[in-house]
């Protein structure tokens, strides 16, 4: 049919043999590169995606080709190639054929499957933007329209709404609860006798919305899978893989990959920014430290990674849930009622668990005892160590948005939200503060009362950060509020340098050079190196200065601050809510807090975008970046002892498994479906006149340390050796001899790390089999085996591996 043919698209298989989670996303490619092409295919919305397709490479060529001109708009460039060839018109169509299948190996870890995630879902918020997609929208026929956006961005928008839906449920169960009478001075409430208490009220109604079709959800979720497998395999193998992904946890992954989509294509949505993101093909057998330091001085990790993303809004929807507890949301007069709400706190369990803790259970290695002991100190550092100026590079460096001002903030969908979430509390409040201005109204409490309300707990606060910055400029302290007004004088000049090349530009003229970065720090300190995101013309950072041993001659530590800052914020609101206590109005006590507390956030939030304007540069500032900093860093130190602490347990039980069946984890038979018991027979593998063995796991070699205490096994060793120089395994014998049992049950100096004189390659992989193998040992069996290989044939001995 002509034109029609122009983009064959073909099946791919994606299989996965390491791991539960590149086994998820091998399966999610599947269903989506066999039967989802399949039926878009019929509805008339494939496009192109990068998978093995065949274009017609001449007519593409006269059509534009498949390149495309910017990296952010054409992030995902793929696609663009089937929306233009579509948007061609004269009933062309991208063609799936069954043809011939391809495969494609997919065994990628937890970071590399959510880094290829957060690059499709900025991609696809820019491919929103785009003019191809507005013109698919005006010339496709309804069916073809809702077909294309429900195949393409209706899905990541879907995810958004999906991970959204939650909190919102919790907010609007709280809202009701503390929105009902007291229980006291119920006739200044409009309460009658007789009415549905709120609890029972939102009981029947999410008994009514979650019961057990929420398993029928999941199934359906899994269905495209299911008939794929079912249809290319049986319906036992479709059933399998099902049971096997719900038991090795894959509803938390797939909880906590949707709430990344929706985070990355609302961040596109909002502030824009998207660019490619290198995921790396890497096996998943390297562990992700909690809080570690990386090579460049920097900190990274598990949390540092998503605290943005899932952890704080984690935290935030377990703190709503413990507040649904002590409204009394679980206080039902029928058991029946009471039991159905079985459903709705599964679905709130998962998706806590899935926002704090599921990069933690996906990590391999994370519960073993003493790297989790060097994540602690690590986080120690992070916070304390150099009084916060660990924290404070990486808060600005990735939570600081550079000349982001108040107005860009409130002119922002989250502001609006944020205004919506404060109002509704303040009308439930309202109600409340008018039943106790009719109860004493023999005294004139009417504007205290609102007062006490309405304003946010933060004069103290501020006063406590102007005070500290004042006897850290007296004292002459480089501290982190100097700091971060150096970095945002050295953001503002960059904005104005940036502006001022382009107006240079507009004009035809050249731009005049620009001063460094650097210099806008000496303004502000002696020396310049303090604004650790300030660059040279060159592009390179400047070093940190190093901070004094004693932790005050930097300052008051920050943490201190944050410590300090959090208890007076909360004793403020406390204290102006009283009087709801004194009058035994619990729940319009816990309004009241959540009212302050979102009051809190946005101040804190503005006062951040503020800070970062052009009109802010001053040392006025000071005590407002400091508060900024203390209250950004407190919630941080929260979230992370939230996240943490709930470890202890399954590093206290994994150390246990390790002592009572070692080489048999739990936790690694969660990740990989391998607890790592399997023994593993010996082979002997024939390389030329050189025999080659590979030894079991049960077998253990000496550290090099503990071998060079045996004089003894060293001479014998060496003398086993012989001028032949056996290398790396000096107590076997060559071909056609014994194998590594006979020689290790025959002679202790067989071992390859008991000779001092062994070779360096010898060394090296008596180093790796001690150290346990390919992440925690720094290598691959794989890589140390053919090392070890290639150098003993030059010796003329043999190698010893684990396979």
Sequence with gaps: DGLSKRIVGFP???????????????????????????????????????????????????????SKATKTVNLSEDIFAGMDFTLRGDGRQIKHC?????????????????????????????????????????????????????????YYINQFLVSVSMPLLVFAWLLVLLSDCEGTFDVFQNCQNGQLRAAEWMAEFLNACFSWLVLLFLLANTMPLFCELWLQDSLYAAAKKFVTSIFTLAPLMFIFQGKTIGYYIMNEFRNGGASYVATGRGLPTERRPFIGKAGNGQYEGLYLDYANIAHYDGVTLLAGTIMVFLAGGTSLSLASTATGLRWTWLSVGLTITSWLYAPCIFNPYNFSARPFANDMWSLYDFFFKRSGKNWNVWYERTMVKKGHGVRRSMNDIGFFASLLFMAAWY?????????????????????????????????????????????EAL???????????????????????????????????????????????????????????????????????????????????????????????????????????????????????????????????????????????????LPLHHWVRAHRMARDMLVALVVALPQLPLVLLNYLNDYICPGCSAHQLLIYRDPGAVEREEKVFDLGEVSM???????????????????????????????????????????????????????????????????????????????????????????????????????????????
Excluded at 20 to 44: C, K, M
Excluded at 513 to 522: F, K, L, S, V, W
Excluded at 756 to 766: D, E, I, K, N, V
């Design 12 to 66: 791919e298989h994606i299989t996965s043999d390491i791991g539960s989670i590149g086994d998820f996303a091998a399966s999610a490619e599947v269903a989506f590169g066999t039967i989802l092409q399949r039926s878009y295919s019929v509805l008339g919305a494939r496009m192109h995606y990068g998978h093995p397709d065949i274009m017609n490479k001449v007519y593409m060529m006269q059509q534009g080709g498949v």
């Design 475 to 621: 004292l002459g302290r480089r501290t982190v509020s100097r700091r971060g007004l150096a970095t945002a004088r050295a953001w503002a000049r960059e904005s104005a340098s940036w502006a001022a090349a382009t107006a240079h530009r507009m004009r035809g003229a050249k731009a005049k050079p620009q001063p460094q970065e650097g210099e806008t720090a000496d303004a502000i300190e002696s020396d310049a190196t303090e604004s650790a995101d300030s660059t040279t013309e060159s592009g390179a950072r400047p070093a940190l200065p190093k901070s004094s041993t004693r932790v005050w001659d930097d300052g008051v530590p920050l943490a201190f601050s944050a410590l300090i800052v959090s208890l007076l914020d909360v004793a403020e609101a406390i204290t102006s809510l009283y009087f709801f206590l004194w009058v035994d109005w619990k729940k319009a006590f816990l309004a009241g807090l959540i009212l302050k507390w979102s009051m809190t956030g946005m101040c804190v939030s503005l006062v951040e975008s503020m800070l970062r304007s052009s009109h802010c540069m001053s040392y006025f500032s």
């Design 693 to 803: 063995a590979v030894a079991p796991v049960g077998t253990v070699l000496e550290p090099p340390a503990a071998a060079a205490k045996k004089p003894e096994a060293s001479q014998s060793a060496s003398s086993g050796g012989g001028s032949g120089g056996r290398g790396a395994a000096g107590g076997l014998e060559k071909k056609g001899s014994s194998t590594w049992k006979e020689a290790a049950q025959g002679d202790p100096s067989a071992s390859p790390s008991a000779s001092p004189s062994a070779s360096p390659a010898a060394s090296s992989l008596g180093a790796w089999w001690f150290g346990g193998g390919a992440g925690a040992g720094g290598g691959t069996a794989s890589s140390a085996v053919a090392g070890a290989g290639s150098v003993d044939l030059e010796h003329g001995g043999n190698a010893v591996g684990r396979a």
């Design 427 to 471: 009308a439930a409040l309202n109600v409340k503060a008018e039943a106790i201005t009719t109860i004493f109204s023999e005294v004139s409490v009417h504007k205290l009362v609102y007062a006490a309300i309405l304003l946010p707990p933060l004069l103290v606060s501020l006063v406590y950060c102007t005070m500290v910055v004042l006897v």
């Design 98 to 154: 069954e043809y011939f299948h391809l495969a494609k190996g997919r065994d990628m870890g937890f970071n590399a499957v959510l880094g290829f995630f957060s690059k499709i879902s900025s991609g696809t918020g820019e491919q929103l933007l785009s003019r191809q997609t507005f013109r698919m929208g005006q010339v496709l026929h309804l069916p073809e329209a809702l077909s294309f956006y429900y195949a393409h961005a209706g």
